[in-house]
């Protein structure tokens, strides 16, 4: 336990406080965009409409910034990790490949809550938006559990270890995600077979997830279990894919 504590440490060391890039991309990045879709591309909106707006776009770019610092960052450190040979020093200490995976997980959380709650911090000082402790908590708690998929996008995506590739894929992944998913603006904007397409992404499902519960104060358990399927099968992707470069040789202890 002792070797997991100091491993999670040194993870949370060297990914935040040595990366300044990631409080520019994962949190300043939505921030604005939050500031500009709220502030200047408003004209003509209703006040009541726009109180909804700034809600609703607040829960988006949350999610959005979870996406960048989820896919991202997790796919770009994971990959550092084995070009760096970091994996292999790991490897020599007593500590399993699951308390790797784990260790970076829990730092890639932390990471996640923290622009959350900034998110959440602008929207509230900014634009006023009025939640209750209770329920800014429960948002903020159901996204951080609702972005796990998203790690283990990245995860995923960092098992093809050539750095050109794996910004492709991240690009690939991230933006369209964040476009068909309704992040940036909203899904009814789009011809309807996107709108299908869209919904069944894990990111519009937990956007869903986190409106139904602040318009209507209730629990989509629909979205929980689109969401909880995500989980399944890309951690069972990654798993495979692991497993098959393992015994290909691909993949060092």
């Known amino acids: 336990m002792t070797n997991y504590l100091f491993q999670t440490k040194m993870n949370f060391k060297r990914i935040v406080l040595r990366n300044k890039a990631f409080f520019f991309f994962d949190m300043l990045l939505p921030i604005i965009f939050y500031l500009l879709y709220t502030k200047i591309l408003?004209?003509?909106?209703?006040?009541?409409?726009?109180?909804?707006?700034?809600?609703?776009?607040?829960?988006?770019?949350?999610?959005?910034?979870?996406?960048?610092?989820?896919?991202?960052?997790?796919?770009?450190?994971?990959?550092?990790?084995?070009?760096?040979?970091?994996?292999?020093?790991?490897?020599?200490?007593?500590?399993?490949?699951?308390?790797?995976?784990?260790?970076?997980?829990?730092?890639?959380?932390?990471?996640?809550?923290?622009?959350?709650?900034?998110?959440?911090?602008?929207?509230?000082?900014?634009?006023?938006?009025?939640?209750?402790?209770?329920?800014?908590?429960?948002?903020?708690?159901?996204?951080?559990?609702?972005?796990?998929?998203?790690?283990?996008?990245?995860?995923?995506?960092?098992?093809?270890?050539?750095?050109?590739?794996?910004?492709?894929?991240n690009n690939l992944v991230v933006f369209p995600l964040a476009i068909i998913s309704g992040l940036w603006w909203p899904i009814q904007v789009m011809p309807n077979w996107l709108q299908k397409i869209g919904k069944t992404t894990p990111t519009y499902q937990l956007s869903n997830l986190e409106q139904t519960l602040l318009h209507k104060g209730f629990i989509n358990w629909y979205a929980i279990i689109n969401i909880s399927i995500w989980l399944v099968v890309i951690a069972l992707l990654f798993l495979i894919l692991s497993k098959v470069q393992k015994q290909k040789g691909i993949v060092s202890e």
Not at 111 to 139: A, D, P
Not at 143 to 149: E, M, V
């Open 42 to 169: 408003t004209t003509g909106i209703p006040t009541k409409a726009l109180a909804a707006w700034n809600e609703d776009y607040l829960i988006s770019m949350m999610i959005y910034s979870c996406m960048l610092g989820g896919v991202i960052t997790t796919s770009n450190t994971l990959l550092d990790d084995q070009t760096s040979h970091f994996k292999l020093f790991v490897s020599l200490k007593p500590i399993s490949k699951f308390q790797y995976y784990s260790s970076m997980a829990l730092v890639f959380i932390f990471l996640n809550l923290i622009s959350s709650i900034l998110i959440c911090l602008v929207g509230i000082f900014v634009n006023h938006v009025n939640l209750s402790m209770h329920l800014l908590v429960t948002l903020i708690g159901i996204n951080i559990l609702g972005t796990i998929p998203l790690i283990l996008i990245g995860a995923l995506i960092a098992l093809v270890k050539k750095p050109n590739t794996v910004n492709l894929l």
